[in-house]
């Protein structure tokens, strides 16, 4: 079993509605990540959290809402999406970022579809 | 520009035998590799993690290598298994980044 919780496990939303993925992690890492996966493709970075802070959002329109209300929970606020947002969430967590071998520790992601 | 390159994109075998997947890198400067095993609806699991002074680093029946002067991984599977049918990640990390470079995987299928 994955040390990244991850819930829902699935979410079908409408394109006017407001919900979030909630990721949870108790393994006193500090950097906290947000992944979108497409299918047959590789997981794209979408926000990095470094110690509770917000240290990079790769361009992700504001549709998408990330917050870390403290070190162990990070959570994905989703509004007004498109159907080509549909795809499967990731979130991650690590140490430190960029720390040498520390590798990531993946959730099993929420699989969205926005219709 | 950092990229990963991994071959093949697709493997079929028959359980119980061997293969290697291959990874080539152009990230620079080089931290580390990991392999990743992603099973399909799941997020990915780390299998091995290498830094530029290690060449070889088993994980039960996997065995990652690494050659940084080619910039070139393998990940040698042994004794097939049908619970290794995955897509397997290669992904590489540049010194002091945060945004670690994924390749696109190879999907590997193992038929009974």
């Known amino acids: 079993d994955t040390e990244v919780t991850q819930t829902p496990k699935h979410l079908v939303m409408g394109m006017t509605n407001k919900k979030s993925l909630k990721c949870e992690q108790h393994?006193?890492?500090?950097?906290m990540y947000w992944y979108k996966q497409k299918a047959k493709k590789p997981p794209e970075l979408m926000f990095v959290?470094?110690?509770?802070?917000?240290?990079i959002n790769e361009s992700v329109p504001s549709r998408f809402s990330p917050e870390c209300p403290n070190s162990s929970l990070l959570n994905l606020h989703l509004h007004a999406l498109q159907p080509e947002d549909s795809a499967l969430y990731l979130c991650?967590?690590?140490?430190?970022?960029?720390?040498?071998?520390?590798?990531?520790?993946f959730g099993n992601g929420t699989r969205l579809t926005v219709t | 520009k950092n990229q990963v390159e991994q071959s093949p994109q697709s493997l079929i075998i028959l359980e119980g035998k061997n293969c290697t997947l291959q990874?080539?890198?152009?990230?620079?400067?080089?931290?580390?590799l990991r392999w990743y095993k992603q099973d399909t609806g799941r997020g990915p699991v780390s299998l091995t993690i290498m830094t530029f002074s290690e060449n070889t680093k088993s994980n039960g029946r996997y065995t990652a290598t690494l050659d940084a002067d080619t910039k070139q991984s393998s990940l040698h599977i042994t004794a097939s298994q049908l619970s290794d049918s995955a897509s397997y990640i290669c992904v590489v990390s540049a010194l002091g980044s945060y945004i670690p470079t994924f390749g696109r995987g190879t999907s590997l299928i193992v038929h009974p």
């Open positions: 959290y470094s110690y509770e802070k917000l240290s």
């Open positions: 991650a967590s690590s140490q430190e970022p960029g720390r040498l071998n520390s590798p990531l520790h």
């Open positions: 990874c080539n890198y152009t990230v620079s400067p080089f931290s580390n």
């Open positions: 393994m006193g890492h500090r950097a």
